[in-house]
C-alpha cells in the first residue's frame, strides 16, 4: 500500500457516529445510503484543512454500515482501491459520503463511496473522494469467513453493467492482495528512511467483536505518512492520493501496532503495519 502526500507551494454504531453525523439508507432498497458530518477542528489537520485520514475514516465508516445492513451482520474492511484527493475540504463544511453497494462475491460485499464537501454558506459542493471498498462477514465463533447474500442482477437490472465492472475490479483486486502479502520482504531492516511509531489499539477504536475499525487504520497510514513527509520536506504537506490498501488479518482491541513508513521517492511513501499480542 503507497501514500503520495502533496508538498506545499464496543459496538455496532455506538462508537463510530458523534452527535454531528447522520446516516440514511435508501426507503426503497438497502443497496444505497449516505452518511453526512459536520467537519469540525478535531478533524484538521496540521494545514488547518480536513484531515486525510478523517475522510478516508468517514468513507470506511459509511461503508461498513451499509453493508453490515444489507448482510445483516457486522462487516469487516478487506480492502480499499486508489483513493484520489480530488478537491481540499475544509473545517464548517459538511462531508457527505454516498455508498452505493455496486457488486457481491460469494464472500465478499464491494461498495463505492463518492465523499463530497458542502459550504452551508455559498451553497456549493464538490466531490472530493471516490473509492470502492471491500467487507467481508465472519462467524463470531468461528472467526471464518461467511457467504453473503448475492446481489439479483434480474430485480436489479439498472445495476447489470455496474455489476460487470465490479466483477473485473474483484479479480484485479485479488492479484493486488497477493502483492500485499510480499510487502513485508520488500520493507526490510536495512531502510535507513523509516518513521516508526506503536500505537495501541483501545475499545474506542472497535466497531463489534472487538475488531478494530479499517477507518481507525486508514487514518493511522494517513496521519504517519504526513509525519515522513514532513521529515522528508521540512514543512507539513497535504495527501493527494492512497494507493490500493489490503487488511490481511483483522486486528482487535489490545493488539500493539508496529508502524514502519517508509519514504520511496520525492514524495511517495509506503506504510507497513505489524501487531504484536500480549
Known amino acids: ?34 452518511l453526512e458530518q459536520l467537519m469540525l477542528p478535531q478533524h484538521a489537520n496540521a494545514m488547518g484543512n480536513v484531515h486525510g485520514g478523517s475522510t478516508l475514516s468517514l468513507m470506511d465508516q459509511a461503508g461498513f454500515l451499509l453493508a453490515s445492513r444489507y448482510s445483516s451482520s457486522p462487516a469487516i474492511s478487506a480492502s480499499i482501491d486508489q483513493v484520489d484527493f480530488l478537491a481540499p475540504m475544509y473545517i464548517g463544511n459538511v462531508a457527505r459520503c454516498e455508498a452505493n453497494i455496486t457488486f457481491t462475491s460469494p464472500r465478499s460485499i464491494e461498495v463505492q463511496c463518492i465523499v463530497s464537501a458542502e459550504d452551508i454558506v455559498k451553497k456549493t459542493r464538490v466531490v472530493t473522494n471516490r473509492a470502492f471498498i471491500s467487507y467481508v462477514n465472519k462467524d463470531s465463533k468461528t472467526q471464518s469467513v461467511i457467504g453473503v447474500p448475492q446481489l439479483d442482477i434480474q430485480k436489479n437490472p439498472e445495476i447489470a453493467e455496474v455489476y460487470l465492472q465490479g466483477r473485473r475490479r474483484y479479480e484485479l483486486r485479488k492479484a493486488e492482495i497477493q502483492k500485499s502479502k510480499k510487502l513485508e520482504a520488500f520493507i526490510g531492516p536495512n531502510f535507513s528512511n523509516i518513521t516508526e511509531s506503536l500505537y495501541l489499539t483501545l475499545p474506542s477504536d472497535a466497531h463489534t467483536e472487538n475488531i478494530v475499525h479499517g477507518g481507525v487504520i486508514l487514518k493511522l497510514i494517513d496521519t504517519y505518512a504526513a509525519v515522513a513527509a514532513a521529515r522528508f520536506a521540512k514543512n507539513w504537506s497535504v495527501t493527494a492520493s492512497l494507493d490500493f490498501t489490503s487488511f490481511l488479518v483483522p486486528i482487535k482491541v489490545g493488539n500493539l501496532l508496529h508502524i514502519r513508513v517508509l519514504s520511496l521517492f520525492l514524495s511517495n511513501f509506503v506504510c507497513h503495519f505489524n501487531f504484536l499480542k500480549y
Do not use: A, H
Open 1 to 34: 500500500m503507497f501514500t503520495r502526500c502533496l508538498l506545499p507551494n464496543n459496538r455496532l454504531i455506538g462508537p463510530l457516529l458523534n452527535r454531528s453525523s447522520q446516516f440514511t439508507t435508501s426507503q426503497t432498497t438497502n443497496l444505497s445510503g449516505v
